[in-house]
């Protein structure tokens, strides 16, 4: 396993390319249209989620490594975003890595266990090749072998479903995130 120093250079020269290939573009890039299933069962589509900031992860349930923190994390800056009264302009989007575990019984479970408040939180899940492309399309490397390999990439999309900001700083510091979220809301 790499070091702390590995992972923190590896997280930067990641961030690196990601500001670098967002630059290039000169566009904006948009989020990837998509038909999941959430927690409940019912199905959600990327156009229904516009009109709100979105503050999208990528988790699987039996994850023990990054998984955890980045749930508690977002589950305190939407503590905060509530605190705030920003809940009803946005919402937190977690797509899982392991659909083949994740259905949304896993997945109300899992909300449970972190007390996420459903009211303004989608888990979403869905068919292997549906949860692969719309993965692929937002950017994080996730491999499934044995177990699967994945980064902390927590994505922003603003209200028109442009994607502000992709960032992948493990800690996820909910002071500037929520900073993060209050420029995008204006």
Same mark, same amino acid.
């Given at each position: 396993m790499a070091g702390g120093g590995d992972v923190r250079a590896l997280a930067a020269a990641l961030a690196g390319l990601l500001l670098l290939s967002a630059c290039s573009r000169? !566009?904006?890039?948009?989020? =990837?249209?998509?038909? %999941?299933? @959430? !927690?409940?069962? &019912?199905?959600?589509?990327?156009?229904? $989620?516009?009109?709100? +900031? $979105?503050v999208v992860s990528f988790v699987f349930t039996t994850c023990a490594e990054a998984c955890p923190l980045i749930t508690a994390q977002l589950a305190r800056t939407q503590s905060r975003v509530r605190t705030e009264k920003l809940d009803g302009r946005v919402n937190f989007v977690s797509i899982t890595l392991d659909p083949a575990t994740d259905r949304p019984e896993v997945l109300r479970r899992y909300a449970d266990a972190y007390g996420l408040d459903l009211a303004s939180w989608h888990l979403l899940t869905g068919a292997s090749d549906d949860v692969g492309r719309v993965v692929r399309a937002?950017? =994080?490397? &996730?491999? &499934?072998?044995?177990? *699967?390999?994945?980064?902390?990439? +927590?994505?922003? +999309? @603003?209200?028109?479903?442009? *994607? &502000?900001?992709?960032?992948? @700083? %493990?800690? %996820?510091?909910? @002071?500037r995130l929520l900073g993060s979220l209050r420029k995008l809301l204006g």
């Open positions: 000169g !566009q904006a890039e948009m989020m =990837p249209t998509f038909e %999941l299933v @959430d !927690q409940t069962g &019912a199905v959600v589509k990327s156009e229904t $989620l516009r009109g709100r +900031v $979105l937002f950017g =994080p490397n &996730a491999t &499934a072998r044995e177990r *699967i390999v994945h980064g902390s990439l +927590v994505v922003l +999309v @603003d209200e028109k479903g442009r *994607i &502000a900001e992709r960032r992948t @700083d %493990l800690e %996820l510091d909910p @002071d």
